[in-house]
């Protein structure tokens, strides 16, 4: 054969190739409103730059006559490619070949790219689209999920892990996702559950919408599942690009350095934010705005456990972690899924080079019967191990509240903040006022004359004695009482210095943190 008839032999395998499950699958899929793996691909990656690998793999089931069956590139299609210059791998399961199923071609290419990834030391980014397991190959099948989750464990906190969810996530396919660091959702298209509404029927007895059970909506709000929602395909991708521009392609490096710009103070000033009465709420998400570049923060976990915002922005220039108590949701209390949703960040934060700067306003943990059974100690404990695990420049600044366990957990300096400043609103006590008083003027309050006024003299006492930062201050667990509008200068001054920060850890193989 010719060369010019090798080139167009080729030419021919690669349209057969790439046409995937065909034009009425394509359809199928567009139908529901979803793009097509590879359209999604492109859509993510910088024009021109996506190079595809082992397009032409073929399936290795053989039962149930799938021997006779063509799966172009066994339903996945995988390869390399920059986002806004940024080197990744990808891979993306295409539902229109065989609902996407993962048989153990499939998987091996699956496998292969994400040793690419580990091996180059850049980020994937998966795209799942799949009706799970690949029946017909059995037993390979799962072994195909078991190789991706070794390999999605090891490269835990080497390379950022993100997973987009845009179609059916079933069965054990969904613990791939689980294991990586940054889940996106879309409304309406993306759905993961591990038993479907079907078997939840016939075993349970129960209905229930796939929606309902494990679409865009529940995962990002009450699961907490997915850090990212959005109500379109494109949306998500820009969301993803977002998110890549915040973090470090792995963990020997710093995220890319950005020209430092000022926060838009007109539009948020802290002193029309922060509110005069210490009773009223106020978004933390506007101070946070007040004090990064340009104004700008890239929530984490937006739509879960809204009583503590995660998210990133950078401060002169470079990425920061900021964990803040939301004293709009809650008071800002630490609860079981507040405690997930900031241990986990802080450990991505931490593993990723990447400085934590913490907000705190909180009255404390949250009480209740539902929080002592659902494990509120064990869950708590994840934001303290976290914090006091994490070497990375820790800096904190108390806003106002900081009571009992609330205090200690948010980045104090007993679990090894850098700098703890707080503003003169601070009010550091093992309790608020209120309670304290109740319980250590007890006896005199009961006794006295006119209960109600001694109440009220002894809360007044309380607060005049330990409503402030002063007394934290006198033992140097504040480092700094600072004004509010200095706290970004304060900052950039702490962040700056910290560079070259080196703590000793103790030699052993891991810690063993309250999972
Ligand atoms: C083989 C599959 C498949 C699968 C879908 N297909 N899922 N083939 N194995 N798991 C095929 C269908 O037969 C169909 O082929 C094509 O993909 C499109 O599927 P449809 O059903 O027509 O699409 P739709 O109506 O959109 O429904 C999508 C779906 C449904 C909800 C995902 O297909 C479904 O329920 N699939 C099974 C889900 C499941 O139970 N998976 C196994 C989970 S167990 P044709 O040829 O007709 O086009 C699991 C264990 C992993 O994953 C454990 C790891 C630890």
């Keep these: ?45 910088d024009p021109d730059s996506f190079h595809e690998y082992d397009l032409f793999v073929e399936h290795a089931g053989k039962d149930f006559d799938m021997d006779k069956k063509y799966l172009p590139g066994d339903g996945v299609v995988t390869g390399t490619g920059t986002v806004s210059g ?64 070794y390999r999605n464990t090891q490269a835990s906190g080497v390379i950022p ?9 079933a069965g054990g396919a969904v613990y791939s996702p689980a294991l990586t660091d940054f889940v996106f959702v879309v409304n309406k298209i993306s759905k993961m559950f591990i038993t479907g509404p079907e078997v939840i029927k016939t075993v349970l007895g129960e209905d229930i919408s796939m929606e309902n059970l494990g679409g865009a909506k529940v995962h990002s709000e009450i699961t907490g599942n997915a850090h990212f929602y959005a109500e379109s395909e494109q949306e998500c991708f820009e969301q993803i690009k977002d998110l890549l521009s915040y973090i470090p392609w792995n963990n020997t490096q710093k995220a890319l350095r950005f020209q430092s710009k000022a926060p838009l103070t007109k539009q948020y000033k802290i002193d029309s934010i922060f509110p005069t009465n210490p009773r009223q709420p106020y978004d933390v998400r506007d101070i946070i705005k007040s004090i990064a570049d340009g104004s700008t923060f890239l929530e984490v976990h937006e739509r879960f456990a809204p009583n503590i915002v995660v998210g990133f922005g950078r401060i002169d220039g470079n990425t920061v972690g ?28 931490d593993a990723f080079n990447i400085p934590l700067v913490t907000f705190v306003d909180l009255p404390g943990y949250l009480p209740g019967v539902d929080q002592e059974h659902g494990g509120v100690i064990r869950h708590g404990a994840k934001v303290l191990y976290a914090y006091s695990e994490a070497t990375v420049p820790k800096i904190t600044v108390i806003l106002r509240k900081a009571y009992g366990g609330g205090y200690i957990a948010m980045c104090s300096h007993h679990l090894k903040a850098d700098f703890v400043f707080a503003w003169p609103t601070a009010e550091i006590a093992v309790m608020g006022p209120e309670g304290a008083a109740n319980i250590i003027f007890r006896s005199e ?10 109440r009220k003299q002894k809360i007044k006492e309380y607060k005049e004695k330990f409503a402030n930062p002063y007394v934290a201050a006198a033992y140097g667990y504040i480092d700094a009482v600072i004004d509010p509008s200095d706290t970004r200068d304060m900052l950039v001054h702490a962040l700056s210095i910290s560079g070259q920060k080196s703590v000793h850890v103790f030699k052993k193989k891991h810690g063993i943190p309250p999972f």
């Design 1 to 45: 054969m010719s060369l010019t008839r090798k080139r167009s032999d080729l030419k021919k395998r690669t349209k057969t190739a790439a046409e995937g499950g065909g034009k009425e699958a394509v359809m199928k899929q567009k139908a529901v409103g979803k793009m097509t793996a590879r359209e999604r691909i492109l859509a993510i990656l």
């Design 86 to 149: 940024y080197p990744v791998c990808i891979f993306a399961q295409d539902f229109t070949v065989a609902g996407g199923s993962l048989g153990w071609m499939h998987a091996k290419k699956i496998t292969k790219i994400m040793d690419v990834a580990t091996k180059l030391n850049v980020p994937l980014i998966g795209i799942n689209d799949s009706g799970g397991a690949r029946i017909q190959e059995g037993v390979n099948a799962l072994a195909g999920y078991g190789e991706i989750f």
């Design 161 to 169: 892990q993100i997973s987009v969810i845009l179609g059916p996530c």
């Design 322 to 349: 900021f964990v803040a108590n939301q004293p709009l949701v809650l008071a800002g209390v630490l609860d079981i899924d507040s405690s997930d949703k900031a241990a986990r960040f802080i450990r991505f934060c």
């Design 445 to 454: 309050i009961k006794n006295a004359e006119n209960p109600e006024e001694v």
